[in-house]
């Protein structure tokens, strides 16, 4: 039982790093795109 919630652990820190990665990414995203537009204008 230990070993399953130690993996279920592991599942969960995984998830929720990969979770705010795509977070940073799409402000980084959003961000280049309006420096892009403002060069662009």
């Known amino acids: 039982m230990k070993v399953v919630n130690r993996s279920f ?3 969960a820190v995984l998830g929720y790093c990969f979770y705010m ?3 940073i990414m799409r402000l980084f995203f ?3 795109l309006a ?3 403002q ?3």
């Open 9 to 11: 652990f592991v599942h």
């Open 21 to 23: 990665k795509a977070i």
């Open 30 to 32: 959003y961000k280049s």
């Open 35 to 37: 420096i892009m537009n």
């Open 39 to 41: 060069y662009i204008l």
